[in-house]
């Protein structure tokens, strides 16, 4: 009996170690128990398949559905360029000197002086038209119109005098600067004319007008032209006038 005793012992403490072992290992967290089986799932999965040649790998999409697209690069800064300048009102036509006045006829007479050029403009308002070209210089006239029409005279201190001589027919005028060298004498534009329309006007210091228009070969009073456009309308036609400066062509 007494040679039992130290082996029960011994087989009581092994079996104690074994109850706390089992233990032990039934109270360990799940994640610190092994698993074998892991890996060798990982090693039995196939490989991902490579996609085919020639297919693009599928892009990744943005927030929204919207593919990334690629920066485009900024033009090239260029150089404000700058404006074009801006179209300015021509400078008013001026003139050197203009005188009127009247022929000892009746008709009214004006001459316009630019730079030594001279023409000069004869109207009786009604049907009389005469035009004519020339010089005023070192204080003589020396004018001609067509049909050998003629002008000479004199011109000192604001006043100029002289003759007419129409078809062998002789009138003296006496005519004064109107103080201005604002354009008085205007006509039917180049345009006007060229369609067959002629007509002229002088602008009196009074601010009244005198004039005739030739129109479909016939001789007409003028309508007073519009001060700020300077058209007047004959016939329901619009004509256009432009100042006499006394340049060549002016008078003929």
């Given amino acids: 009996m007494k040679r039992l005793t130290p082996m029960l012992t011994l087989l009581a403490g092994t079996g104690l170690a074994a109850v706390l072992f089992t233990m032990s290992a039934q109270a360990a967290p799940p994640a610190a128990r092994s698993t074998p089986d892991t890996g060798a799932a990982a090693a039995a999965r196939p490989p991902a398949a490579a996609p085919p040649p020639g297919v693009p790998e599928p892009s990744v999409q943005r927030p929204g559905g919207t593919p990334p697209t690629e920066a485009e690069p900024e033009p090239d800064a260029q150089p404000a360029s700058p404006a074009p300048p801006t179209a300015t009102d021509a400078?008013?036509?001026?003139?050197?000197?203009?005188?009127?006045?009247?022929l000892s006829g009746g008709a009214t007479i004006a001459v316009t002086v630019t730079n030594g050029n001279a023409t000069a403009y004869v109207c009786d308002g009604r049907s009389l038209e005469i035009w004519l070209q020339g010089t005023a210089v070192d204080g003589e006239l020396a004018l001609t119109g067509k049909d050998g029409v003629r002008l000479t005279g004199t011109f000192r201190a604001g006043k100029a005098s002289g003759e007419l001589v129409v078809a062998g027919r002789r009138q003296t005028f006496t005519a004064t600067s109107n103080g201005s060298t604002a354009p008085a004498v205007y006509r039917a534009a180049p345009q006007v004319r060229d369609a067959g329309v002629d007509g002229g006007w002088i602008l009196l210091a009074d601010g009244s007008q005198i004039g005739v228009v030739t129109w479909n070969g016939r001789p007409v009073p003028a309508p007073p032209l519009d001060p700020a456009f300077f058209t007047t309308v004959v016939d329901g036609v619009t004509i256009d006038a432009v100042p006499?400066?006394?340049?060549?062509?002016?008078?003929e």
């Fill in 244 to 251: 006499v400066g006394a340049a060549p062509g002016d008078g």
């Fill in 91 to 102: 400078p008013a036509a001026t003139v050197d000197v203009t005188w009127t006045g009247r």
